[in-house]
């Protein structure tokens, strides 16, 4: 084994994928101090996203403080890409509207707003990038975009003509989208929304009724969203720019209908996460060809579960590895029901970084030394299979047929 490449996502509130790339990197060199290690975190657009990107391309975040989802101010950043990707912007959502900036107590998604989002969207167009990449996950709201579309001029009206409040409650009134004041660069710039394709703003899958509850909507304010959707996607059926299905087309529910409202508001292009971010050439990453090159991955995210195979990190890196016959295997700070699913999707082999049993904490506060030991064990493991599967077969130690045949046959000796 010649090369490795580590290309992990973050585990959620405890370490971002650059740690823990550089954690597991540390144990493949305890492993193999001589193997070339490949690092290469893997952003999925939510939180860490931009900082990724900005340090991939040798760009740099911009520091801006914004409208948070509760309407009070945050310290948010966006990313001015460099290297190839100079004039690229990305806007991590959720470094304005994110859940983390939501406090418990008030957590109600028909409230929250991405009125953040369209601010450090206007700060690309106003740092003139030509194209704004942003990366949805991790949110706090299920606004349609509305907040964001707001805070780029646009003014959505109700039935007498006033503007409509903040947060997904209020699209209920909503009967008009007004696109006339929009930032004046909007048109001369690309929008991509790099989300799920899997989350679509309407119907029994929508994102109400899937994300809601995390976000902290009782069952009855669930369904007042989701009817408040159904609402939302007539009007940016008639008055916006996006053409397809926005009820139930893919990405259109990403970031709680952020997706839907920027196509139809903005035009934006809605792609997959991972085409957006690994297959645009934006970040210059070149992932395929480092998968191509190396003879093992290693990928890792919290926790592996029947989730995984759905749209998650570890699942995109083997779906690309299986395609150039480079094996993976996964690391998890834990394994959770439905984990060996993941082995169809080609993850070769899989394991927790957790040796003995712990609390959460102790597992968060030693995450770094946990996945360097871990894999470190993994490694040790793979190469002792290559030595066992290396080993010419022994000569049998039981006599063949045709030698058992002629034993039989002979006298036995009597004391």
Known sequence: MQRVLVAPSGFKESLGAAPVAEAIAAGVRRALPGV????APVADGGEGTAALLAAATGGTLRHRTVTGPVGRPVAAHWAR????????????MAAAAGLAHVPPDDRDPGRTTTFG???????????GAHTVLIGCGDSGTCDGGAGALQALGARILDADGAEIGHGGA???RAVRLDRSGLHPRIGAATIVVAGNPRNVLCGPRGVARVFGPQKGASPARVEELAAAMENWAAVLERDGAAAGDLRGGPVTGASGGLGAGLAAGLGALLRSRFDALLDSGLAGLDLDRRIAAADLVITA??????QTPHGKVPAE???????HGTPVVALAGSLGEGAPSVHDVGIGAIASIIPVPMSLAE?????????????????????LG??????????????????????AGRPRRRG
């Not at 890409?81 to 991590?92: I, Y």
């Not at 890196?317 to 395609?323: H, M």
């Open 386 to 407: 290559g030595i066992v599967s290396g080993r010419a077969p022994r000569r049998a130690a039981v006599p063949t047929r045709r030698r058992a045949v002629a034993l």
């Open 81 to 92: 890409l460099g290297g190839r990707a100079a004039g690229v912007a990305v806007v991590e």
């Open 36 to 39: 070339r290690v490949d690092i």
């Open 363 to 383: 597992a968060v506060a030693d995450a770094e030394r946990l996945i360097t030991d871990a894999t470190e064990r993994m490694m040790r493991m793979i190469l």
């Open 301 to 306: 995210e919290g926790s592996i579960d029947l």
């Open 170 to 172: 209020e699209l209920a």
């Open 117 to 127: 989002v369209g601010e450090l969207i206007a700060a690309a167009l106003d740092d």
């Open 317 to 323: 890196i083997a779906r690309r590895a299986r395609l």
